[in-house]
């Protein structure tokens, strides 16, 4: 995710990165280009603009779109930030989870205490690359009682790692070092941790419906198309950058909603997951020392 200062304007006009629309949409702009060039010169120099003008018609069907390029947006956006939200609640769960321990925990049990550092972080940078379809072992810490490379093959590695903390939590009760009403406190934490990646797989493995989607990139291709015969006897050879332009903006929309709608990949307009990662990772080392 870019980190950017929403007040400077120039900055933001002027900038192009990798993944900016008007990059992923240039083939198509200029293949347009010139199919809108030989419309307007078979008409205006061969036919001499023997067609009527359709503006009004253009224009209702355009308003059509709009709608329907609001609505698309608004439920990209949505999943994007239902995504940052169950990030925020892990990052709550993380540290409270973690606070708790360290005040159950005596601070001369060193091992018990990195244990639970290292099964909560780990829980967070698995997540993130869960949801990205993989794991990367070099993020992830091991230890004695935690065999990495067991984990790491595991087909639903924050499934096991979740196990591994709850197991944990079964031994200080064995031990009796907490009580069961502590116990059930932890249980209602270690549960959240499985709602929130259940939640992010929600959004990770749903996308919006095929023929919806479909549907939509369909209308605009067809609109664009048709545009240059309904606005040349009006706008003349102005018709090329016109059409260009209203294009540019249709398809545009529709791009960044592809991206935002699944929030956890490495895209520009992603979500941060790898700083929140760390972010938690900072956290939970700073609390259970």
């Given at each position: ?81 239902e ?7 892990l ?115 749903t ?46 929309l ?9 929030p ?16 938690i ?9």
């Amino acid at each position: 995710m870019i980190s950017y200062n929403p007040k400077e304007w120039f900055s933001i006009i002027f900038q192009f990165h990798r993944s900016d629309t008007l990059r992923t949409l240039m083939p198509a702009i200029l293949g347009l280009a010139v199919l809108s060039g030989v419309i307007c010169f078979v008409e205006i120099e061969l036919i001499d603009l023997a067609y009527t003008s359709t503006m009004a018609m253009h224009s209702l069907v355009g308003f059509v779109i709009s709608m329907l390029l609001v609505f698309r947006t608004n439920t990209a956006y949505e999943r994007w930030w239902e995504g940052r939200r169950q990030w925020g609640a892990l990052v709550n769960v993380s540290r409270n989870l973690a606070m708790r321990l360290a005040v159950t925990i005596p601070a001369d049990d060193i091992a018990a205490r990195y244990y639970f550092r290292i099964l909560i972080t780990n829980y967070a940078f698995a997540l993130k690359e869960h949801l990205r379809n993989g794991a990367q072992r070099s993020e992830m810490e091991g230890h004695a009682h935690f065999d990495l490379d067991a984990v790491l093959a595991q087909a639903h590695v924050p499934n096991a790692i979740a196990q591994r903390i709850y197991a944990a939590l079964l031994r200080l009760r064995a031990d009796g070092r907490i009580s069961e009403q502590q116990l059930i406190s932890f249980d209602t934490l270690h549960k959240e941790f499985t709602d929130i990646t259940g939640a992010c797989e929600r959004i990770r493995k749903t996308p919006i419906p095929y023929s919806y989607s479909s549907f939509i990139k369909k209308f605009i291709f067809l609109y664009v198309l048709s545009l240059p015969f309904g606005i040349i006897s009006d706008f003349g050879y102005v018709t090329i950058p016109v059409t260009i332009f209203v294009f540019y903006i249709l398809a545009s929309l529709e791009l960044i909603a592809e991206e935002i709608e699944d929030p956890f990949g490495s895209d520009t307009n992603d979500l941060p997951t790898d700083q929140i990662a760390r972010s938690i990772q900072a956290s939970v080392r700073e609390i259970l020392v």
